[in-house]
């Protein structure tokens, strides 16, 4: 059965760095990030692949947050510098195939229960 625990979350002012953390268990899976704000959709943030050779960011991220994993550890971490006020949401931590579109975005079938991280500008 796969678990998924985030960690990490807080408040941050703009400029700031956080970085939050997933305990996965369960399962060799492609591994991501995804945050909600209340009333839009969730939103795909990054990913990254079993053996963390691959890694995929969406743009509004790319170059301020860096994705990783320790697979010893069964962790998942998301590196966040230079927050935004934008960046402010509920984080998830998502598993799901090994495969290119599961690092693309799509078919993660398993998810955790959220992290609230609020960015005040």
């Known amino acids: 059965q796969v678990q998924l625990v985030e960690s990490g979350g807080g408040v941050v002012q703009a400029g700031g760095s956080l970085r939050i953390s997933c305990a996965a268990s369960?399962?060799?899976?492609?591994l991501g990030w995804f945050r909600q704000v209340p009333g839009k959709e969730r939103e795909y943030v990054a990913a990254i692949s079993w053996s963390g050779a691959s890694t995929y960011y969406v743009e509004a991220v790319k170059g301020r947050f860096t994705i990783s994993r320790d697979n010893a550890k069964n962790m998942m971490y998301l590196q966040m510098n230079s927050l935004k006020a934008e960046d402010t949401a509920v984080y998830y931590c998502a598993a799901g195939d090994r495969a290119l579109y599961t690092l693309l975005g799509s078919g993660f079938k398993y998810w955790g229960q959220g992290t609230q991280v609020t960015v005040s500008s």
């Open positions: 369960g399962g060799m899976y492609t």
